[in-house]
């Protein structure tokens, strides 16, 4: 499996839209709101991902402060931004305790927020029941 450092537009146009759609992020500790803290929050992410590289390669590049400016890119679909969180994951999941991380818990909020945003998704029905025709 190889990894490499998303670019910097992918992270923005994730955190762009947590802060968009007011993505919230409970832990056990306390919370992360992504509205109001963009920047913080993609120099979460770009850590995540420079630190799995790293791990990765047996490198040892810099993790943030990396310089790293957040910019609000235009907004994505829905679609867009749940595959851009597939990728991300991909990419910054070599460390061993990335599933248990802060970044990975923002990225999983983000995709659970865009995943209730495709269209059809609330009429569609929660449970899948047979239907015997008689």
């Known amino acids: 499996m190889s990894a ?3 670019s910097d537009e992918h992270i923005c146009a994730l955190v ?12 056990r500790d306390g919370g992360h709101v992504i509205a109001g803290n963009e920047q913080e929050t993609a120099e979460i992410l770009l850590a995540a991902n420079v630190a799995s590289v790293n791990y ?11 310089e790293f400016h957040f910019e609000r890119p ?6 867009e931004i749940i595959k851009a969180c597939d990728c ?3 990419q910054a999941c070599e460390r061993p305790d990335y599933r248990q991380s802060l970044a990975a818990t923002i990225v999983e909020a983000i995709r659970e ?4 945003a495709v269209p059809g998704y609330d009429e569609a029905p929660r449970e899948i029941i047979s239907q015997v025709v008689a």
């Open 88 to 90: 991300f994951d991909y």
């Open 16 to 27: 762009s839209y947590g802060g968009i759609h007011d993505v919230r992020v409970f832990e």
């Open 113 to 116: 927020n865009a995943i209730r």
């Open 56 to 66: 990765r390669y047996d490198e040892n590049e810099p993790v943030p402060p990396i």
């Open 4 to 6: 490499f450092v998303v």
């Open 74 to 79: 235009d907004e994505r679909t829905a679609i």
